[in-house]
């Protein structure tokens, strides 16, 4: 079965660090564009950052500098490592991988909350 | 960046009745070397992930209801669910994935009247 599974979310104090993990299975990683996407509470989506399968990245301008996506392909695994947390960072985070190069997402994870708050 | 622009906000519709969704780009999504319009439709239902329904603009996602269909004309898509189920009530979003940043409409809460 193809699916995304992440972990690592949690509460976490402002300007804290939090690395998310996407744990991939039925297909694989590095053979994708992968994608981050954020929901704030009761707002709408937002992408995050994208990895595409020749191993370049692409950052929101709210997060560039802060966040780093990554892969583990012995593991099949996707990152986000998360740095300088800001309260408005808080949201459930997806992993999500694209159907095709530059397509629409057709798998999601089911996400991890994030909450940046003292 | 595209900006999506979504209309209405929110939609209540009849059991069995039409809904239709707009949304709107604020630059051109088609890729001229292949004539594809860069964008993509999905339902949101409470504490669940998206779920894409159309590509493409146009082409719908395997085991996806043919109640549910997507148009596009120049920058103004539309999404419409010929015949509204119980089951339809969620938050439909566009989503243009031309370039990056990928941009995703504000949302639409679809309800029943």
């Known amino acids: 079965e193809v699916q995304l599974v992440e972990s690592g979310g949690g509460l976490i104090q402002p300007g804290g660090s939090l690395r998310l993990s996407c744990a991939a299975s039925?297909?694989?990683?590095?053979?994708?564009?992968m994608s981050w996407v954020r929901q704030a509470p009761g707002k709408g989506l937002e992408w995050v950052s994208l990895?595409?399968?020749?191993?370049?990245?692409y950052y929101a301008d709210s997060v560039e500098g802060r966040f780093t996506i990554s892969r583990d392909d012995s593991r099949n695994i996707l990152y986000l490592q998360m740095n300088s947390l800001r309260a408005e960072d808080t949201a459930v985070y997806y992993c999500?991988?694209?159907?095709?190069?530059?397509?629409?997402?057709?798998?999601w994870g089911q996400g991890t909350m994030v909450t940046v708050s003292s | 960046d595209v900006v999506m622009t979504q209309s209405p906000n929110s939609l209540a519709v009849s059991l069995g009745e039409r809904a239709t969704i707009n949304c709107k780009s604020s630059?051109?999504?088609?890729?001229?070397?292949?004539?594809?319009?860069?964008l993509g439709w999905y339902q949101q239902k409470p504490g669940q992930p998206p779920k894409l329904l159309i590509y493409?603009?146009?082409t719908r996602e395997s085991g996806v209801p043919d109640r549910f269909s997507g148009s596009a004309s120049g920058t103004d898509f539309t999404l419409t669910i010929s015949s509204l189920q119980a089951e339809d009530v969620a938050v439909y979003y566009c989503?243009?994935?031309?370039?990056?940043?990928?941009?995703f409409g504000q949302g639409t809460k679809l309800e029943i009247k």
């Open positions: 990895i595409y399968s020749g191993g370049g990245t």
């Open positions: 999500a991988r694209e159907r095709g190069r530059w397509e629409a997402f057709d798998i």
């Open positions: 630059q051109s999504v088609l890729y001229s070397s292949n004539d594809k319009n860069y």
């Open positions: 039925g297909f694989i990683v590095s053979r994708n564009y």
């Open positions: 493409w603009a146009s």
């Open positions: 989503q243009q994935y031309y370039r990056t940043p990928y941009t």
